[in-house]
């Protein structure tokens, strides 16, 4: 079978248009990068955190990427849907994520938390984004897809802040 391009796409009878099928594939396949590249910096934290809030910040790491994976999931699903091929392996995602790399030698538990916060406000300000390029093309799904992955991220982002503000402003 001969290798597909990011521009073909498998035959759908959903009622978009080829082009915007297009046009969303790729939007959600950086997405997807994202994702996937959010959910391994979060394992990473969770294997590596250090420091005298060790437990909490390793159990609210694992819960935090554990809800990530219906997202990872159904980004990847919705990219198949449209008739596109979901670009989802480790390698795919760190070529394409948009995401900064988590910085080596970073263990110590407020320092995570600052690094993975960063992570998370990044991925929900590229998410609404997406919802935004997903209206513009008539999406509504995607739009609906994008605005729960939002939710989430600022649901988690919110549970992130919450360490730094007592320590902040104690």
């Given amino acids: 079978m001969p290798t597909r391009t990011k ?5 759908s009878r959903i009622d978009l248009p080829a082009d ?4 969303v594939v790729d939007m959600l396949n950086g997405q997807l990068a994202n994702l996937t590249d959010l959910y391994t910096q979060t394992k990473h934290a969770h294997w590596n955190v250090k420091g005298a809030n060790f437990y909490g910040l390793h159990t609210l790491f694992d819960k935090l990427a554990e809800g990530l994976e219906e997202f ?3 980004t990847a699903e919705r990219v198949t ?3 596109g091929a979901a670009r989802g392996t480790a390698r795919m995602a760190a070529a394409n994520s948009r995401l900064d790399d988590f910085p080596e030698g970073t ?3 407020l320092e995570v938390v600052r690094v993975v916060a960063d992570r ?3 991925a929900g300000k590229d998410a609404r984004a ?3 390029q997903a209206d513009e093309h008539g999406d509504a799904d995607t739009a609906d897809l994008l605005t729960d992955v939002s939710r989430y991220l600022d649901k988690s982002l919110y549970f992130l802040e919450s360490h730094l503000q007592q320590d902040e402003h104690g």
């Fill in 130 to 132: 997406g919802i935004a």
């Fill in 7 to 11: 521009a073909d796409l498998f035959p």
């Fill in 20 to 23: 915007t099928r297009r046009y």
């Fill in 81 to 83: 849907a449209l008739g």
């Fill in 107 to 109: 263990h110590a538990g």
């Fill in 120 to 122: 998370y406000a990044a």
């Fill in 72 to 74: 990872v999931d159904n």
